[in-house]
């Protein structure tokens, strides 16, 4: 039953009571009483015309016995499929609304070029009428029609008519039209070759002028050179083939991993270019020469492992920075150019565009994620467009052939296990069971969750208590005291490394029957661990260690807690790489030849992405106190995407139950803004315009915060010249004014927000629409039944009376 539904401002939609649809149900009815009235017609039919109709109708045709007790029972399964629909039938489906909208002048030479071609291919395809026995073969006057000299030149002049509209539209235009016609591919061609045929014999070659050749020449010359630069950039897109060989093997599951792996890069990629433009260049141009008499007091392995020795001094960290303009032409005390760089003021501005330019790009990438993942795809729609239209004809290379096939293979099989999937409906009593070993589990993985927050807090806190610990001074055994630095990363890492097996153990109890929603609980557990031991340890550094510095024999915080996440990020690396050693490749030899089976590990999606995820963070933390930590970050994706993906190939399998993560990359990118990005944000902003900076290293010596580097700049501005007095009221209202970044964030969030209701209302709309087609397909199937029934009476009673008639005559 067809609802009609009304959209206001508010999204909400209005479906008519039952009661509204008597009405379309009279008009129903009314019809098929119209239909009745045409039975007492029926009655006056001669017996000549009714046995010369029962002759023309194809239904009645002989055929095989086979043919015809199939043909009785495919009517008694469907009233809906049958040989043939009667006239009257066929004329209230031709005047139905839907095959009447649209009648543009394009539909309307579809309807001509169709019309020609269905009767060409009568024409080709009618049997001979010597193959019907005389008693079956129909009346000529059935088809006087088809037969009819005038009415196929009329045919043909339609057909003429239709090329020689085609040729008058422009080029554009043609191959639009050809494209939407209903036809075969064989049939546009051959229209598109008539019309190319009949062009060239209209305007020969000669006739066009040189310039108007020249020019033609010169388009499709260029046309031809940007198809072959848009080849050759898509061909340059960074490990397109790699990503496409793991979705047609793993599946899309697996492959956001690496999409969003290579998301990353590009983040990483440009905070680098911007760090290194303006920050790490002109510092290494300008002045080079800073602390040149720092030794190297360890061996070289230990420090690039701990980040200190020769590395402290370094233009990897916060500490080597100037505090006073770089000028060009310095020479000692003496200059001989006026051109200087603000190094205060390019490190403050810097670090801040860098912030604000990547959360745009975050929002924007989360805004199109979400509008394009949370569509309104259903699984069946999605199957039918994926079996009919999903093969590239331009694709010719075997490699490519066999790598198009395999990718729809898999996708076929993720669509058929998503349509095929059902929700199981369990007992009152095993759904209780079921909550009871959630909330289990749940606890179980709290309780871990919270007793590894409080061993790194106390683990920490012991390590910096001794001063000793920290200072370069009073070193008696280096290489003890270099190694004592990287006790806290690996206690931290060891902890991100074994919880999530602990987690996978825990959801492998609670037998989740869906794949993604057991991909989704294993993203938040790890997602908590990864939040709370960030947030432990960023409170340790923006606390204890940042506003004690004095108590820990720190001369330069800011080049320690550099120091520290640069440890951290390496060590969450090769912890990385002995988590893909030990717990993929020995695993996959452990099973295979201890255990004799088959099986391999699959690819764990929910903790490798949220190790991506740990490991960003930790490189916008330290922004701020490292500029060339993107750098290492870089580097550290470029090893992780090679190690995983020979790792994925050889020691991994596909998951047993396919599914289709469709939102996988949108919840991906959320994570990374809101918890990542926004965590990082808030902690360099508490740093820059909070804590005091260190009075003997960095460019913000004697400052009392960092912040006030643009202050300064603006009050010499406004002091060197008075009409930028604006400048300074519009930096204190704007920048020292936190009302302004909460109002920016504020603004940003609800953006987020409205976004996702459109589009949470856009697929309710299309949920209604789609429901109202199907109930007008009903409908129509309803009322087409009901003529055909009307049909099938009216000419069961002339046979009737026929059949009274001659009853009565012998009688």
């Known amino acids: ?47 000549l015309d009714l046995e010369e109709e029962i002759r ?85 006057r059935g088809h006087l029609v088809e037969t009819d000299t005038a009415a196929f030149e009329e045919e043909e002049n339609k057909r003429e008519r239709l090329v020689n509209n085609l040729q008058n539209l422009s080029a554009n235009d043609r191959v639009r039209m050809l494209r939407a016609m209903p036809l075969s591919l064989s049939e546009k061609k051959e229209l598109r070759m008539l019309v190319l045929n009949k062009a060239e014999h209209s305007v020969s070659q000669s006739q066009i002028p040189c310039c108007s050749q020249l020019k033609y020449y010169i388009i499709i010359a260029l046309r031809h050179g940007w198809y072959g630069w848009m080849s050759f950039l898509s061909s340059l897109q960074l490990w397109q083939t ?28 440009f905070l680098f270019l911007v760090m290194g433009v303006l920050l790490v260049v002109p510092q290494a141009i300008i002045h080079p020469d800073r ?5 190297v007091r360890s061996t070289w392995g230990l420090e690039v492992l701990t980040g200190a020795g020769y590395f402290s001094h370094s233009l990897l960290y916060y500490g080597y920075y100037s505090n006073k303009k770089l000028h060009t032409g310095c020479n000692g005390t003496s200059c001989s150019s006026e051109l200087s760089y603000n190094m205060p003021l390019a490190y403050f501005f810097t670090i801040g565009a860098a912030f604000f330019i990547t959360c745009i790009i ?100 012991y390590m910096h208590k001794n001063p000793r610990n920290l200072t370069e001074t009073d070193s008696s055994d280096l290489l003890l005291k270099d190694a004592s630095l990287l006790t806290v990363p690996v206690v931290v890492s060891s902890f991100n490394l074994l919880l999530p097996g602990f987690f996978n153990a825990v959801a492998w109890m609670e037998e989740y029957d869906s794949p993604s929603v057991l991909n989704y609980i294993s993203i938040s557990r790890n997602l908590l661990l990864k939040v709370s031991v960030l947030g432990v340890l960023c409170y340790h550094w923006l606390y204890r260690v940042a506003s ?70 930790l490189a916008w933390l330290g922004v701020l106190f490292s500029p060339l930590l993107p750098a290492v970050q870089i580097i550290k994706l470029l090893f992780l995407f090679y190690m995983k993906k020979v ?18 990359t949108t919840i991906f990118i959320t994570l990374l803004c809101f918890p990542a990005f926004l965590g990082a944000a808030v902690c360099v902003t508490y740093t820059m315009w909070t804590i005091r900076p260190s009075q003997r290293c960095g460019p913000f010596q004697g400052l009392r915060t960092m912040f006030e580097a643009g202050k300064l700049w603006v009050q010499e501005l406004a002091a060197v010249n008075p009409n930028l007095q604006w400048l300074a009221s519009a930096h204190s209202y704007l920048v020292e004014n936190p009302l302004f970044l909460i109002l920016s964030a504020v603004v940003f969030l609800i953006v987020i927000y409205f976004h996702s209701q459109v589009v949470d209302g856009q697929r309710k709309i299309i949920e209604l629409l789609q429901e109202q087609i199907e109930n007008e397909g009903e409908d129509k199937k309803f009322l087409i039944t009901r003529l055909q029934d009307i049909h099938e009476r009216k000419r069961g009673m002339p046979r009737r009376m026929k059949g009274v008639s001659e009853d009565s005559s012998y009688s």
């Open 291 to 295: 602390d040149q008499n720092v030794t």
């Open 647 to 664: 790792s994925l190939k050889m020691n991994c399998q596909v998951s047993g139950k396919p599914w289709r993560a469709s939102q996988m």
């Open 362 to 461: 975050l929002v924007y990438s989360m805004s199109k994620s979400f509008g394009q993942s949370f569509r309104i795809d259903k699984s069946k729609g999605l199957l039918a467009i994926k079996v009919f239209s999903s093969w590239d004809f331009k694709v010719i290379k075997k490699s490519s052939v066999k790598l198009q096939r395999a990718n729809i293979g898999t996708q076929l099989k993720e669509l058929v296990a998503e349509v095929n999937r059902q929700e199981l409906k369990f007992p009152v009593v095993q759904r209780l069971f079921r909550l009871f070993i959630h909330m289990i589990a749940w606890i179980m993985c709290l309780g871990s969750t919270l007793a590894c927050v409080l061993a790194v807090y106390y683990f920490s806190e």
């Open 242 to 269: 790699a990503l496409k060989c793991v979705g047609a093997r793993f599946g899309t599951g697996v492959l956001s991993y690496f999409i969003f792996l290579r998301t990353l890069l590009f983040f990483n990629i």
């Open 1 to 47: 039953m067809a609802g009609r539904v009304s959209f206001d401002s508010d999204l909400v939609t209005d479906i008519e009571s039952p009661a509204d649809e008597d009405g379309v149900h009279d008009s129903f009815s009314q019809l098929i009483q119209e239909q009745c009235h045409d039975l007492h017609d029926a009655i006056e039919m001669t017996s």
């Open 56 to 140: 023309d109708d194809v239904e009645y045709l002989e055929a095989p016995a086979y043919q015809r007790s199939d043909r009785a029972g495919l009517q008694q399964t469907d009233p809906l499929i049958g040989e043939r629909w009667s006239s009257d039938t066929l004329k209230v489906l031709s005047s139905m609304p839907s095959r009447t909208i649209g009648r543009s002048r394009g539909a309307i030479i579809s309807q001509y070029c169709s019309r020609t071609m269905q009767l060409r291919r009568r024409r080709q395809s009618r049997p001979s009428i010597q193959h019907f026995p005389r008693s079956a073969r129909p009346s000529i």
């Open 548 to 617: 004690y510095p004095e108590s820990l024999g720190l001369q330069c915080w800011e080049s320690f807690v550099g120091q520290e996440l640069y440890r951290f990020l390496l060590m969450d690396f090769i912890f990385m790489l002995l988590d893909t050693f030990f717990g993929e490749f020995l695993w996959r030899l452990f099973s295979q030849k201890a255990l004799k089976r088959k099986r391999k590990p699959v690819f764990d999606i929910a903790r490798n992405v949220l190790e991506l995820i740990y490991g960003q963070a």
